[in-house]
């Protein structure tokens, strides 16, 4: 069965400064990769997909993130923190082979510090 | 600009009381879900409704029933609360069928006593 593992729950960094979140996925045969972000009480915002073709991905707000298969994983970043990125940040695959269904992380709450 | 709206946000219930959660979308989307977020568990997906007039379970379908009325509506019911239902409950809806969640209602947090 496929699966999704963030690293480390919460992630603080400074205003400005570089944002790395961590995901790494189990899967057999290449999935589809997502990142949604989730502003408090409020549902989820895709960020960004991965499906096929250039393994950089580029979403909203300024974030990116890189498919690498040697790896398993595909990491959110963005080069510059602003206040209002503090969220928590879900990653997720979902695969054919299974109906296309969500399967998410447990999430990493990123706090931005002034 | 209303999007996926869910009633009621916030909602208390007795251990064994039933309760049906409603959600609406106005974006003429095929594909709709429910899911529900616990702590350190993520989403977990309960039913999905690839279609008007079909569902189908997800990961943790126990304990709930849906029902897809039309093509904008998509509710959940708990015939008989329990507390291990106490969790934060997200509907959400895609434009193509089968295709992965796109919008994301802001939630109905529930409480089972």
């Known amino acids: 069965a496929q699966s999704v593992t963030q690293l480390g729950s919460h992630v603080s960094v400074s205003e400005g400064a570089l944002v790395l979140l961590r995901c790494n996925y189990s899967?057999?045969?290449?999935?589809?990769l997502f990142w949604y972000v989730q502003y408090p009480n409020q549902g989820l915002q895709l960020l960004l997909k991965?499906?096929?073709?250039?393994?950089l991905v580029k979403g909203i707000n300024g974030f990116e993130a890189e498919f690498k298969k040697s790896e398993t994983s595909f990491h959110l970043t963005k080069p510059s923190a602003h206040m209002s990125d503090a969220a928590e940040y879900f990653c997720?695959?979902?695969?054919?082979?299974?109906?296309?269904?969500?399967?998410f992380g447990a999430g990493t709450i990123l706090r931005v510090k002034s | 600009n209303a999007g996926v709206t869910q009633t009621p946000k916030f909602q208390v219930l007795k251990t064994g009381q039933s309760m049906t959660l409603q959600c609406a979308q106005d974006?003429?989307?095929?594909?709709m879900y429910w899911y529900r977020q616990d702590p350190g568990m993520g989403l977990r997906l309960i039913y999905y409704?690839?279609?008007?007039?079909?569902?189908d379970k997800g990961e943790v379908p126990n304990g709930y029933n849906v029902s897809r009325l039309n093509k904008r509506e998509f509710s959940l019911r708990l015939e008989s609360a329990a507390p291990s239902q106490t969790s934060v409950y997200f509907c959400?809806?895609?434009?193509?069928?089968?295709?992965?969640?796109?919008?994301f209602g802001d939630g109905t947090r529930l409480s089972i006593l």
């Open positions: 959400a809806s895609s434009a193509q069928t089968s295709a992965q969640p796109q919008h």
């Open positions: 899967s057999s045969v290449p999935p589809y």
């Open positions: 991965y499906t096929t073709g250039a393994t």
């Open positions: 997720a695959v979902s695969q054919m082979e299974y109906g296309n269904k969500l399967v």
């Open positions: 974006m003429n989307h095929n594909s």
């Open positions: 409704s690839a279609s008007e007039g079909t569902t």
